[in-house]
């Protein structure tokens, strides 16, 4: 397995948070808010503002332009990969330059991530060759609130790093001017243990790595990347707030 551990952008300190956001407002536990701006014109909702800090793309993102909601089949079989069933809903904010705050609508947001094995689709690596198939990948467009949901499954592991899904958010892909975020989701750990020791997951044991062990988590602001999971009858589903700058 390739290692992804090369670092894409920084982590903001509490000093640039404060700064870009215009509030000093703790971070909430539920959501990793920095802080929260509203908008000057009288009457208008309160939108918040999360700053997130961008992570690595690692070396798995395959741009087929594969635009659906449920990812968890390889389109050219119409099978699914098997694992125990994810929602997750992005909600993408944008922040302007006059620090206005609101929901960014027309977004492109990719997700990607290994089966519950550790294989990803669409590339070749030195324990497997997917080459070709396109399996827990795929593109939603943000709708007027900022939304993007994909139906997916809880992803497995891999020697080196911990659970997390691979995102990217793009305002406009097809152009130099647009902006792009690239950054992961991860997940508590005592719900990761309890996934994983059930089929069809990989149980490594101690040779998992674990949120704490994981350079890129530890490094680049893991812990404000952790998807916020709830169980409901049918899996889980989780909700993950960011915003991005635009001009």
């Known amino acids: 397995m390739l290692n992804d551990d090369a670092s894409v952008g920084r982590l903001l300190t509490r000093r640039e948070a404060v700064a870009l956001l215009g509030l000093a407002v703790p971070a909430a536990s539920g959501a990793h808010v920095f802080g929260q701006a509203s908008s000057s014109r009288p009457g208008e909702p309160v939108v918040p503002c999360v700053v997130q800090p961008e992570q690595t793309e690692g070396p798995y993102f395959v741009d087929r332009m594969l635009q659906r909601s449920d990812v968890r ?18 909600q993408v904010s944008r922040l302007s330059a006059d620090g206005r705050c609101a929901p960014l609508a027309g977004a492109h947001v990719d997700v990607w991530h290994c089966d519950a094995k550790g294989i990803y689709s669409g590339v070749k690596d030195p324990n ?12 939603q467009i943000t ?14 592991w891999y020697r080196g790093r911990a659970v997390h899904v691979h ?17 992961q989701l991860y997940f508590d750990e005592g719900l990761t243990d309890r996934v994983l020791s059930r089929e069809p997951y990989s149980v490594g044991g101690s040779e998992r790595t674990r949120n704490e062990a994981d350079g890129i988590f530890r490094r680049e602001g893991g812990a404000q990347l952790i998807l ?5 009858e049918d899996g889980y589903a989780g909700e993950f707030s960011l915003a991005i700058r635009t001009a």
Do not use: C, H, M, N
């Open 228 to 232: 916020p999971v709830r169980e409901r």
């Open 167 to 183: 995102f990217k958010v793009r305002t406009e892909p097809s152009e130099e001017r647009g902006q792009e975020f690239t950054s």
């Open 143 to 156: 709708d007027s609130k900022g939304a993007a949901s994909f139906r997916t499954i809880y992803p497995g």
């Open 128 to 139: 497997f060759d997917t080459v070709g198939e396109q399996f827990l990948r795929g593109y």
């Open 73 to 90: 089949t390889d389109p050219a079989t119409g099978v699914a990969r098997p694992g125990l069933p994810l929602w997750i809903t992005f």
